[in-house]
């Protein structure tokens, strides 16, 4: 398996530190509001791409912090007036609603940083003793210019980075690309003793904590969105290795924007969507999928035209399924035919096209397509003639592929019929043995009026939500 390394900027083979073991670090929201559409990208790949550790047999330990003390948390306090641990308390339960509509998995450990303030202190006093942090009436910084590879992550010279900087002007600061890693308590905010002074920490020194504090202090993959490769991963990478003089992260991988109607989303511009306002018109599950169809390394464009390919994408990898199940269901058990017995071979391609993509650097865009491939083949291949056990294999096959991505996993079978539908059903079956085709007609539509399109099938009436 290979990951791209933004690092090193290269492809590289994945090599975890322990056998068999993954140490895996994602930074989470700070909960201070709903998740945006743009949160849900990172989201949404890291958790496949543990899933897909996990499918090829890692014990992978996934840490996702909240960072429930900030600036934004304070300030919506006020707005709500209601205490900023409120505020967090209140976003991280609606994080976990729209989490598991994305079907996104728990994490091994949700670590906050209110629960790990004196792990924060006692770090920051390590910088400090080692020469790498100084205090400032009750702030402490980090000096960039001690530590000789700042800016390696990003690629940009210090000198450069000092060039282009806008910083507000702060005379505590001895460099301009100098970050704090401890902050003074000001009126009406939360704080904590610390040897500064009261205060609280920085958002950068956060994760390396609470990283340090659950996975060690050389991890194998820490992942986010572009936008936090610098400052805040090349803040902690300097944090994190020059208290400890080891690599803090072997892998880092980033992904790309997402564009709004081919415009990059802001509120300035009003195209800044929250993922509970797409959920009241799309499954979310759609919009997993939307996320899943392109490469994570490459840009996405967001659009109700392009999520509506994927609700229909989805839609039909839905219809494949229940076919297959309905078939699967009415066929008699029997083995497999020397001619299905042929078909073993492209069948077992699926699969294998499905990892050759998710091994080189998570491509989940050509995953999907060996997915939608193989939906095709059982399409074509599972029908009233197949033997129940090839039928059974192939499906099979297209539930553990499907599962690894988390897509096509609920069970349409929660869309009870009420008792008015089945009713109706069965009359319609009635009137069709009578041959009262006119009744069964209008049945047909009554049902199609209710949202509930029928198929007749040598099985027997097959139905589903328009």
Known sequence: M?????LSRKKEEFKPI?????????CGPTVYNFIHIGNA??????????????YRGYDVTFVQNFTDVDDKIIKRSHEENITPEEVATKYIKEYFVDADGLGIKRASVHPQVTDNIEQIIAFVKELEDKGYAYAVNGDVYFDTKKFKDYGKLSGIKQEELEAGARIEVNDQKRHPMDFVLWKA???GEPGWASPWGEGRPGWHIECSVMSNRYLGETIDIHAGGQDLKFPHHENEIAQSEARSGKNFS??????????VNNEKMSKSLGNFFTVREISEIYDLEVVRLFMLSTHYRN?????????NQSKAGLERLYNAKEKAEFTINNLEDSKMTEEEAKLQDELASFRQKFIDAMDDDVNTADAVSAIFEL??????NIT????????????????????????VNKDKKEDILDEEIEKLIEQRTEAKKNKNFQLADEIRQQLLDKGIVLEDTRQGVKWKRA
């Open 250 to 259: 072997n892998y880092w991988l980033h992904n790309e924007y997402i564009n």
């Open 384 to 407: 009233e003639n197949s033997s129940k056990e090839f039928a059974q294999k192939a499906l099979d096959e297209f539930n553990e592929l499907t599962g690894v991505l988390n897509i």
């Open 18 to 26: 322990e056998e068999g073991k993954v140490k895996m670090y994602v």
């Open 2 to 6: 290979k990951l791209y390394n933004t």
């Open 185 to 187: 308590k000001k009126e």
């Open 41 to 54: 990208r990172p989201f949404i790949i890291f958790d496949t791409l543990r899933r897909y550790l996990e």
């Open 299 to 307: 840009p996405i464009n967001f659009s109700d035209e392009i999520l």
């Open 375 to 380: 939906a095709k083949f059982m399409n074509s």
